[in-house]
């Protein structure tokens, strides 16, 4: 089991800055490819970001890419996700999730290849 939580969420206005952290423990969480996942109110979860498990790949959504990062520290077993320039429409549920499977060279960009997932952490951006 991975257990996954979710923190750094908040409100922030428009073309700011935020920085959400996802801490992973549990059985081989650092081998696995993380991802980053939003929800807004109403609409369907949707991939943000994903990093596989030595950090060397990573897939951004095309509505992020340019202005969010996606990094990983395996030694304290913790995937970021940095948000620059936000936007209202950015606001939404974040959740981190973990792949089942070790050392996969291509992280997955949708919500089937995760088999763990965070509470979420919120993120509002005012206009």
């Known amino acids: ?20 952290s996802c801490a992973a423990s549990g059985r081989t969480s650092s081998n696995s490819g993380m991802g980053w996942f939003r929800q807004a109110p109403g609409k369907e979860r949707n991939f943000v970001a994903s990093i596989n498990w030595n950090g060397r790949r990573t897939f951004y959504a095309n509505s992020v890419k340019d202005r969010f990062t996606i990094s990983r520290d395996n030694a304290r077993s913790t995937v970021y996700l940095q948000m620059n320039s936000l936007k209202p429409e950015d606001t939404a549920n974040y959740y981190c999730a973990s792949n089942a499977v070790s050392f996969q060279d291509v992280p997955g960009t949708s919500q089937q290849d ?14």
Do not use: F, K, M
């Open 114 to 127: 995760y088999n763990y997932w965070g509470q979420g952490t919120q993120v509002t951006v005012s206009s």
């Open 1 to 20: 089991q991975v257990q996954l939580v979710e923190s750094g969420g908040g409100l922030v206005q428009a073309g700011g800055s935020l920085r959400l």
